[in-house]
């Protein structure tokens, strides 16, 4: 009941919105992934720094049935509208310019065990209907895209994408990083961060407990005060990144280790940044299923996988690629203790990292977010 009345009311939005006069030089960004590596929100800042005769209207969070009147008007005046999730514009007239938010990993839409025919037909709808060009980074995104959601080949174009400039380029020198999250000073620190994917969707109540109570790596052999033990004797130090839907089980949660940090959207809000912009000045990942890892392949730093609930991950929702353990450019470690090994290890994935970099990511030049100026100005004629 609430998906239909959503739907109405975006009708309702999209009827009032088309009435506005279309400026060429507006672009409206409606950005879904927060400050998560969001393309939208950091081309969005590209523009305002680098090409002041566009007009940039960022909308967030999107989607959102509390949005003003006049919010709707601005959409509706764009030229160019922006989206991070699925594509929307209010008229034919528009140009939808799709970013999406990851290389996608696990299985979603047509191809995922969880969804309904209905929705996944509803929303290839969507995509043919409103998405006019899909940003790629390679073939291999451009099949996986399309199996998942049903995208015709000609909307791709190999343009990268803009959260990659940011992973190149931080906004946050590593002393600051340090200072400000771990208040120490230390030449020879090594940041590692922990990203893990959405693990509520596994609907295991037993997984959340453990999140709850302080166990965000979920391994049954959860250690923390062994795991800062360890990291303060190697000089690492552990950014722990949650799904927002997680970070709301720690909100009164503050670290009282020397070694391991929690980051909320808080930190990043207030230095008007994205995490990506503070990524490239980590030196190592730690991830489950997240897509993340393609991303990190750009600045090639070790990544350890965690794989504790690999099989249920695959039966509940699946992943597009596979033998895991075969794909995947890292140690996989299933307990804490194989962790704290893995930390240990001399790096020996470099070869198998650039592989899987020339494979997901044919786009590799100076801008993504310029390559992106430039099919815009293109399209104007």
């Not at 927060?34 to 081309?43: A, C």
């Not at 008229?91 to 299985?107: C, D, E, T």
């Not at 020397?258 to 008007?272: A, E, H, R, V, W």
Request: aromatic share 12%; charged share 25%; with cysteine.
């Amino acid at each position: 009941m609430k998906s239909f009345l959503f739907r109405l009311y975006l009708a309702l939005m999209k009827l009032v919105a088309r009435f506005m006069p279309m400026q060429d030089n507006k672009v409206v960004i409606l950005n879904g992934a927060g400050r998560s590596g969001s393309n939208g929100y950091l081309f969005g800042k590209y523009l305002e720094k680098n090409h002041p005769e566009y007009e940039v209207t960022l909308v967030e969070p999107w989607p959102s049935s509390h949005l003003p009147l006049k919010t709707w008007r601005e959409i509706g005046a764009a030229k160019f509208v922006l989206t991070t999730h699925q594509p929307f514009k209010v008229h034919a007239k528009q140009i939808n310019i799709q970013f999406w938010h990851g290389i996608p990993l696990k299985r979603m839409g047509i191809m995922a065990n969880n969804t309904t025919r209905k929705t996944d037909q509803r929303n290839a709808k969507l995509w043919q209907k409103n998405a006019d060009i899909v940003c790629s980074s390679s073939d291999l995104y451009e099949s996986l895209m399309s199996a998942c959601c049903g995208i015709e080949t000609n909307k791709y174009q190999k343009v990268g994408f803009p959260r990659l400039d940011a992973l190149k380029n931080p906004a946050i020198s590593k002393k600051q990083l340090l200072m400000d999250l771990f208040k120490v000073e230390d030449a020879d620190a090594k940041i590692g961060i922990y990203m893990p994917t959405f693990r509520y969707e596994m609907e295991d109540s037993q997984i959340m407990r453990q999140v709850e109570q302080g166990n965000f790596l979920t391994l049954a052999d959860f250690d923390i005060e062994q795991l800062n033990h360890n990291l303060k004797q190697k000089q690492q130090y552990l950014i722990v990144k949650l799904h927002p839907y997680e970070m709301r089980l720690f909100e009164d949660l503050h670290s009282n280790f020397s070694n391991i940090t929690f980051l909320n959207n808080d930190y990043l809000n207030q230095q008007d940044v994205d995490l990506y912009e503070l990524l490239g000045n980590t030196d190592f990942l730690i991830t489950d299923y997240s897509s993340i890892y393609f991303d990190y392949l750009t600045i090639d730093k070790p990544i350890i996988f965690l794989t504790n609930y690999l099989q249920q991950y695959e039966e509940k929702r699946g992943l597009l690629m596979g033998p895991y353990e075969d794909v995947v450019p890292g140690i996989c470690v299933k307990t804490q203790q194989e962790l704290l090994e893995a930390l240990d290890k001399p790096d020996q994935f470099q070869q198998k990292r650039h592989y899987w970099l020339n494979l997901s990511n044919q786009v590799q030049t100076d801008s993504n977010c310029e390559n992106v100026v430039k099919l815009m100005k293109n399209i104007r004629g």
